[in-house]
Structure formats: C-alpha cells, structure tokens
C-alpha cells in the first residue's frame, strides 16, 4: 500500500520561509517524476514544481526565484523550499509523484493529503 504524507506547512508571515517534505512509503519498486501543486480557496489546483528522477526542474512563473525543489531517492523524499513568501502564496499544497508499487510493471500517479500555508501580510 502505497502513500505519500507531506509536512512542513505552517503560518508565517511575508517575506518569511517554510520548508515542505513529502515522504512517499509503502511496496515500491521505483519513484519517477515528482511534484508540488497548491489549491488557494475557491481556486482550481495549480502546478508549483517538478522534478524528474534525474534532477530537471520546472517552476511556475509565479515562484521562480523565491522556490526550490530538491528530492532524495534513497528516502523517496521531495522537498519544496519556500522563501519571500507572499500573501498570494497561501494555499494547500499537495505532493504528487509517479510510483510503481510492488507487484506492477507500470507508473500510477499518486497523491497527498495536502499541506496548509498560510502567509499572513
């Protein structure tokens, strides 16, 4: 049984920094390309950041400069550091990454629970 739990978020307020983890658990057999993504109130859920297994990063235009994703294989880790935080930031933020569990030969996308920030002005 495969999960994906994601800490880190809090409140703090701008300018300030958060780091997010995402520790993905269970029978895998291999983890591809994993990624943020936040939801604000009343808003569709929005890419953050990816990364592949080979370290490629993408970002949206609305957090370059200010995040940093990074993972660690040997403990099916991603991470998200969070700095200038802005208002605007404030969302759930959900991890996701592509996973082939135990007992399979193909990738299933899976996601977290969801993590709140919460940036106060």
């Known amino acids: 049984q495969v999960q994906l739990v994601e800490s880190g978020g809090g409140l703090v307020q701008a300018g300030g920094s958060l780091r997010l983890s995402c520790a993905a658990s269970?029978?895998?057999?291999?983890?591809?390309?994993m990624g943020w993504y936040r939801r604000a109130s009343g808003k569709q859920r929005d890419l953050v950041a990816t990364?592949?297994?080979?370290?490629?990063?993408n970002y949206a235009d609305s957090v370059k400069g200010r995040f940093t994703i990074s993972r660690d294989n040997a403990k099916n880790t991603v991470y998200l550091q969070m700095n200038s935080l802005k208002p605007g930031d404030t969302a759930v933020y959900y991890c996701?990454?592509?996973?082939?569990?135990?007992?399979?030969?193909?990738?299933?996308?899976?996601w977290g629970q969801g993590t709140q920030v919460t940036v106060s002005s």
């Open positions: 996701k990454a592509k996973i082939v569990p135990a007992r399979s030969s193909w990738e299933y996308a899976y």
């Open positions: 990364i592949a297994t080979g370290g490629s990063t």
């Open positions: 269970g029978s895998i057999v291999s983890i591809g390309d």
